[in-house]
């Protein structure tokens, strides 16, 4: 019998930080299962979360601009893809658990709604009588519950530290758990590089997004200090760039920027701490993986840009607008009449109640179906 995980549980023995997450020592699952020859754990779970139809659906639906606005935009998925490369990026630096680096960055938006976080606060709003929507909680909701393709348990019985890892605003929580373990105060390493890559990458591929959309434009940028620096580096590196080239190796700078200072400022908070286990990192005095004080202030600043400039621009407010209404009109609809759900989300009824079901639901449509099925059901005719 090929021994390949055994191998390769040996082989992160050898190579892995003393902090970092070991295949070999993981919690487990809720539902106990035998170990894959070939896989190790988090390998697993990897190819259980890009085989699961909530991860395809991400192709569809919103980072920005609303899905088919044009062929070049991200969506959830090209961002969670773009995401997963620098925690892979990060792991490797650091000598953490790429695998399970890679589970949580390709996991943490498949609870999102459709159209962007302007879609999930409709939904929270929506179910502000009937427990809320975070689509972080509805992420790990999506992997325990919603998606159930397996005959032998519900869910896809991922295992203890994915799970933990998309809980990143429930760790700081006073003695918050999952499965009676501690996810907190603050998360393992993998998990912490998980959600600043995820920072990371929307504040250059947004910009990226925005130049090309003609809706931020290079004066706008050129009064920004993140912007200036990514620039300056630019022009440190290169000379007789096209106005094109020296845009693209510019955004490329933006991320460049903060992966050197995550990298920078985090080797000396773990070498003041000098964590020896996943249980020090998670009681630190404070997060080991981070930005320095003063690109938090840099970043600070750019990040309202983006908010007046892009996020906040007619050009993007009014479409997201227009499209999040009709997903308000869908909702209330499916709750009136839930007959009209998909047969799977009508057998969770019983279990689920109405409200959660349709939320579950709801949230689980592409921009796209959620505007065929407001159509579909002649939702443009109810009063506004």
């Known amino acids: 019998m090929n021994q390949a995980r055994i191998d390769w549980e040996r082989a992160e023995e ?41 991860f395809r659906r991400l192709e569809y639906k919103t980072q920005v601009f609303v899905n088919g606005t044009a062929d070049h935009y991200r969506t959830r998925l090209t961002h969670t893809m773009e995401m997963a490369a620098v925690g892979r990026t990060l792991a490797r630096i650091f000598r953490v658990n790429e695998d399970l680096t890679e589970c949580i960055c390709l996991a943490h938006d498949l609870g999102h709604s459709p159209f962007g976080h302007a879609g999930e606060h409709a939904l929270d709003h929506l179910m502000k009588n009937h427990g809320g929507f975070d689509h972080n909680l509805q992420s790990l909701r999506c992997v325990e519950t919603v998606e159930s393709p397996y005959p032998d348990f519900q869910g896809l019985n991922l295992t203890w530290e994915v799970r933990a890892g998309l809980l990143k605003h429930e760790a700081h ?20 590089m998980a959600d600043i890559a995820d920072d990371m990458t929307y504040q250059a591929h947004d910009v990226d997004d925005g130049l090309e959309a003609g809706i931020v434009t290079l004066v706008q940028l050129e009064q920004t ?45 773990l070498k003041k701490y000098h964590p020896n286990s996943v249980h020090e990192v998670m009681a630190a005095p404070e997060r080991l993986i981070d930005f320095s004080p003063d690109m938090k ?5 750019f990040t309202a840009f983006m908010f007046e ?48 079901t349709a939320c579950d639901y709801v949230a689980g449509c592409t921009d796209r179906y959620a505007i065929e099925e407001f159509h579909r059901f002649g939702l443009e005719e109810c009063a506004k």
């Open 225 to 269: 200090e993140f912007w200036c620096m990514a620039a300056a580096a630019t022009r440190e590196r290169y000379s007789n760039l096209t106005d094109d080239q020296f845009l693209r190796a510019t955004i490329r700078n933006l991320l460049e920027l903060q992966v050197v200072d995550v990298m920078e400022h985090s080797q000396k908070s």
């Open 297 to 301: 202030e840099i970043l600070s600043h």
């Open 173 to 192: 929580v006073e003695n918050a758990q999952l499965d009676g373990q501690p996810i907190g105060p603050f998360q393992s390493l993998e998990a912490q």
């Open 309 to 356: 400039n892009l996020y906040f621009h007619h050009g993007v407010a009014d479409a997201t607008k227009e499209s999040v209404g009709m997903m308000r009109k869908l909702f209330l609809h499916y709750v009136e009449h839930p007959e009209t759900m998909g047969r799977k989300a009508r057998a969770r009824l019983e279990a689920e109640g109405l409200w959660r």
């Open 14 to 54: 050898a190579v892995l930080a003393p902090y970092a997450t070991h295949s070999s020592e993981s919690l487990g699952r809720h539902h106990p299962e035998n170990g894959h020859p070939l896989r190790s754990c988090f390998s697993r779970d990897r190819d259980r979360i890009l085989h699961s139809k909530c």
